[in-house]
């Protein structure tokens, strides 16, 4: 069904969106091969591959990074998969700055929904993304059930229709066994973020020192703003914009 393929799955740390995820990829494996599968009903179309974008490594030997690996997956889906593909995303872009990862997992929620039309599962804890619901053909929300008890929660291990309110990342910090006194300060730090404008000051009192104003403009390496300004974004392809940008990223890092 058209209206029903790309599932935008949100929730805490550990609440089992990857577990869920991957069970469906060896269900849907199993059923293409005319096997048993553990449940009760299951209506399951043809499919011609599965792809997976589950979790990352880094290769030094090459001189990639996580993020890198991860983009070149990334690329690899968008360039292979069919609308008869199943298409699973872990999370993406996790290796970067919270606005270039969310913007990357948007661009590629929304080029999988509208232009390859796979069935896809697409885990994720920018909340930001549960908006593409209305927005992009195909797109719903679920989330991974779990109730907050004080300062513990409880995973339900249920998935629900809808997005998830929180991704309870202290409340995991603090099962993790994180010092008392940092999350103490997390949740300062996050009440700071959320009731207004980005201003964070250290607890403890130090000199201060002036920094340089530092702009895009006067980065040393003028080169990359000049052959941004020269690239035709419309021309090129997912894979070779991701190889621009980790261009970019390499240049200005030196």
Known sequence: CASKRVMVITGPNMAGKSTYMRQVAVLVLLAQTGSFIPAREA????????????????????????????????????????????????????????????????AVVEFTANKIGAK??????????????????????????????????????????????????IEVAKLAGVPKQVISRAKEILASLVSGPVQLHAPIHTEEKKEPEISFENISEKSVTDKIRSVDINALTPFEAISLLYEFKKTLGR
């Open 120 to 169: 896809t599962l697409f885990a994720t804890h920018y909340h930001e993304l549960t908006t593409l619901e209305g927005e992009a053909e195909g797109v719903l929300n679920y989330n991974i059930a779990a109730k907050k008890r004080g300062d513990d929660i409880v995973f339900l291990r249920k998935i629900l229709r809808g997005c998830s309110d929180d991704s309870y990342g």
């Open 43 to 106: 209506r399951i179309g043809t499919v011609d591959r599965i792809f997976t974008r589950v979790g990352a490594s880094d290769d030094l030997a090459s001189g990639n990074s996580t993020f890198m690996l991860e983009m070149v997956e990334v690329a690899s889906i968008l360039e292979n998969s069919t609308r008869s593909s199943l298409i699973i995303y872990d999370e993406i872009g996790r290796g970067t700055s919270t606005f270039d990862g969310m913007s990357i997992a948007r």
